[in-house]
């Protein structure tokens, strides 16, 4: 019998979010494209009561569709703000501290991985999942060939998911090759005039078309 690997969904990485309604509406056209699995929310640096009222502003209409909201921040004010999970770029310190905190409440997700042993030791901290190639701290990106080999090698080997950030639409198909359970659609995404909708159909459209092309190999093995 053969065995399918879970289809890739889509996430989507918002830019920083000074205007939770403005957001919202761009999000609410997002999903009119199709399947969206996550959104992770980032925030304006600002005190907890502000950052925890604006989550709470993105929760209730992004949970209305089935998507889980993820929040760049602190576990407290994911939790506080009724976010579904938190992630995290500290390394596996933070994660321990998030998880004593959140319990199995909550996703912790945990991105900024230089390295494969970074990855592995993230891993070992017990997160919900790991993010390739996202933007660095001071905005440059990886090189698509270094996320799409390390994507690949994680997906192949472990057992939790991984998310491979795509920097812009003509990547998805090659991540999506990676099997990585996840491709998230970044910041480029909402930039303005872009039809953020049609960024999802044409990135579902893709997905599926992966999963097709794998079930007739598959038929194809069974068959011959």
């Excluded at 990485?13 to 999903?31: C, G, H, K, S, W």
């Excluded at 602190?74 to 770029?89: I, N, Y």
């Amino acid at each position: 019998m053969t065995t399918h690997a879970p289809q890739t969904r889509l996430m989507l990485v918002t830019p920083i979010v000074a205007d939770p309604e403005a957001m919202a509406f761009r999000l609410m056209q997002a999903f009119a494209g199709g399947d969206v699995a996550a959104v992770l929310l980032r925030l304006p640096e600002g005190d907890d009561r502000s950052r925890i009222e604006a989550v709470k502003r993105l929760a209730a209409p992004v949970q209305a569709q089935n998507v889980a909201l993820i929040v760049e921040a602190s576990a407290l004010v994911a939790a506080r703000g009724g976010a579904d999970g938190v992630h995290l770029t500290d390394g596996p310190e933070a994660v321990a501290e998030a998880r004593s905190s959140l319990k199995s409440e909550r996703i912790i997700g945990a991105g900024a991985l230089r390295a494969r042993h970074d990855a592995m030791d993230i891993g070992e901290a017990g997160v919900d999942y790991v993010m390739f190639g996202e933007p660095r701290r001071d905005g440059s990106l990886p090189p698509l060939p270094a996320v799409i080999e390390r994507a690949g090698w994680w997906a192949e080997i472990f057992e939790t998911p991984c998310v491979a950030y795509a920097p812009d639409a003509e990547s998805v198909a090659a991540l999506v090759e990676t099997r990585a359970e996840f491709v998230a659609l970044g910041d480029w995404a909402f930039d303005e005039g872009r039809d953020i909708r049609a960024l999802v159909e044409q990135a579902n459209a893709v997905i599926a078309a992966h999963a097709e092309r794998g079930r007739a190999a598959d038929a194809s093995k069974v068959s011959s």
